[in-house]
């Protein structure tokens, strides 16, 4: 990777790191999800510099948050993060790089949007649920109760994912295409000047 390109990616990640920070709750959600629009450096690198350049700029993201701000998960939160992260930019990049064209971007950001919904669901019933249920010593059945506590539509791991996890999602990453489709351009052609 040339210096002034790792740059970049470095700013990137950074900034990423910073928004990351500046998470907030949104109705409906647990209280252990948090709203942040961390993912759009990672997707505008990603475009811009491509896909392993997200992932590098998604993976400085998890660690320089960490020296912002200590974990309250044991890591669940920051290793779900990552994995949303580089599924959403990898989905979005990837299809992009083969259709370049504002319609291309549209539909790989709808594309990634839906399947980054999806992989959260598959991989917080799977993995992330029952491994932060160990680690803190709690049941599925607890986790379901902190969040029907804020959301009176959860009645169980089901209604959970449907009623809670999905609409999340679906709104985070459709504001974050969002932003990404009217400032891309822009950005676009800021970054390559500085990292040519």
Do not use: W
Request: aromatic share 12%; net charge positive; hydrophobic share 55%.
């Amino acid at each position: 990777m040339k210096t002034k390109k790792l740059v970049m990616a470095a700013l990137l990640g950074a900034l990423a790191a910073i928004l990351m920070v500046l998470d907030f709750n949104v109705p409906l959600a647990p209280g252990f999800i948090k709203f942040d629009f961390s993912d759009f450096p990672v997707l505008i690198g990603g475009f811009v510099f491509g896909p392993l350049t997200g992932v590098l700029i998604a993976f400085l993201k998890i660690v320089l948050n960490l020296l912002f701000k200590p974990t309250t998960t044991m890591f669940v939160g920051e290793a779900s993060n990552f994995l949303l992260s580089v599924c959403y930019m990898g989905v979005a990049c990837l299809f992009y790089r083969k259709h370049r064209t504002k319609k291309g971007a549209v539909i790989g950001m709808a594309l990634a949007t839906v399947t980054t919904s999806l992989f959260a669901i598959a991989s917080n019933i799977l993995v992330m649920f029952p491994m932060y249920a160990k680690l803190f010593g709690m049941s599925i059945e607890q986790i379901v109760g902190m969040v029907s506590a804020v959301n009176p539509f959860v009645k169980d791991v089901t209604t959970m994912v449907i009623a809670s996890l999905v609409p999340f999602n679906l709104f985070k990453y459709g504001v974050i295409s969002l932003i990404t489709f009217i400032s891309y351009k822009k950005i676009e052609v800021i970054l390559k000047k500085y990292s040519n």
